[in-house]
């Protein structure tokens, strides 16, 4: 008998990272419900290791194959087996030994290993929301023609899913996302050009990794919100905005024909939609400190600034052009965080850059999963020669 036969299993992209180790920490509080069978990480190896030996999984795959040696002395006594590279993921994601993969990895590298899981049949936490930034609608064609079932694990998202339960869609109005704002809501404009990486990753409710970080302080990551909820949620641009709720109860919003609104609130702790994601919808209990009421005196709400943070319109610009134009987007913000992180360009140039490679990059309307990946080769590239 199998020894996770009553136990779902669960495969980790990006185990070692923010969202990784939170889902690990929400199978530890339910041992006997979940057992993560695979694991998988991008340069983390030592930490990789200590995951796979504190959990024993069947087996752990580093993305760097410099690293792989290190892997493989270390796990293949204990019977785990061990590979490395981006091949190696995406063959993963067609094995027998999960059922479901959080989906924990930055950026663009989770797409093709995402869409080899739904070609699979697997069920699809999604944490990575490039995923459908990059190729929504190729992923939601994917997933009509699979059994695969995808659950949002971004907070946003599962709040609006979450809101959704038991609604008619066509009768929603409008989808109404939350933001924090960012560290920098109320710094004078004149400031940004001098903020430094640390003032930027010092989020002020969220902990979280470092990219989403700053895409949270350029408010890109709102954008990006914009568009993956076009896509899981099946709704136009027009029924879909942006709202800034500093302190980060109220995780998104729907609003009903009826002039109805349901919003869902909680604690800003990124394991409340990891246990709904992995529980298909139903709730887990944990011991953690509850939303009270002392923290829901004082909600406020106010329009993004696009002037000072003009990344949020990168959204309804990506949804109104569609093509390849997200694409183009989210690779030159990706090159552009990455050189902010090593302090490479300043905190606005990440804007300046994503669009200085929008108007040089060419557009295809209807991409393939081959022109995806071209253009994210291209416009990296071009990218990078700006930096």
């Given at each position: 008998m199998n020894q996770h036969s009553n136990r779902k299993r669960i495969a980790i992209l990006g185990s070692t990272g923010s969202i990784g180790t939170q889902t690990l920490d929400v199978i530890s509080e339910h041992p006997d419900r979940f057992a993560p069978t695979l694991l998988v990480a991008g340069r983390k190896v030592d930490t990789l290791i200590q995951q796979a030996i504190r959990w024993r999984p069947e087996r752990a795959i580093i993305a760097d194959e410099t690293l792989y040696w290190k892997l493989r002395d270390a796990l293949q006594p204990l019977g785990i087996a061990t590979a490395a590279g981006q091949?190696?993921?995406n063959d993963a994601m067609e094995a027998d030994c999960f059922d479901t993969v959080v989906t924990a990895t930055v950026g663009y590298s989770g797409l093709a290993p995402t869409l080899r899981a739904i070609g699979a049949g697997k069920d699809i936490a999604l944490a990575n929301k490039e995923t459908m930034v990059v190729a929504g609608e190729l992923v939601t064609a994917a997933l009509a023609k699979s059994h695969s079932r995808l659950m949002p694990v971004d907070s946003e998202h599962s709040a609006i899913y979450q809101c959704l339960v038991g609604e008619?869609?066509?009768r929603v109005r409008r989808l109404i996302i939350t933001a924090s704002g960012g560290p920098f809501r109320t710094l004078p404009a004149e400031k940004l050009g001098s903020v430094t990486m640390r003032d930027a990753l010092k989020h002020p409710n969220w902990s979280m990794g470092a990219k989403i970080t700053i895409d949270s302080a350029t408010m890109v990551n709102k954008a990006f919100e914009i568009i993956e909820a076009r896509w899981l949620f099946d709704m136009p641009k027009e029924k879909i905005t942006a709202v800034v709720h500093p302190q980060s109860i109220v995780h998104s919003m729907v609003e009903f024909v009826d002039g109805a609104v349901k919003a869902q609130l909680g604690v800003p702790d990124m394991r409340l939609p990891i246990r709904y994601a992995?529980?298909?919808?139903?709730?887990l209990a944990t011991s953690d400190s509850p939303l009270t009421l002392d923290k829901m005196l004082n909600l406020t709400f106010e329009e993004p600034d696009t002037e000072r943070f003009p990344g949020i319109t990168l959204g309804q610009y990506a949804l109104e052009r569609g093509g390849t134009a997200a694409c183009v987007i989210n690779a030159a913000?990706?090159?552009?965080?990455?050189?902010?992180?090593?302090e490479k360009i300043g905190f606005k140039r990440i804007y300046e850059l994503i669009m200085e490679t929008l108007e040089a990059m060419p557009f295809v309307a209807a991409p393939t999963l081959d022109d995806y990946v071209t253009f994210n080769a291209e416009a990296r590239a071009f990218a990078e020669s700006k930096i």
């Open positions: 091949d190696a993921i008619d869609r066509s992995l529980g298909d919808a139903r709730r913000n990706e090159v552009a965080v990455a050189a902010f992180l090593h």
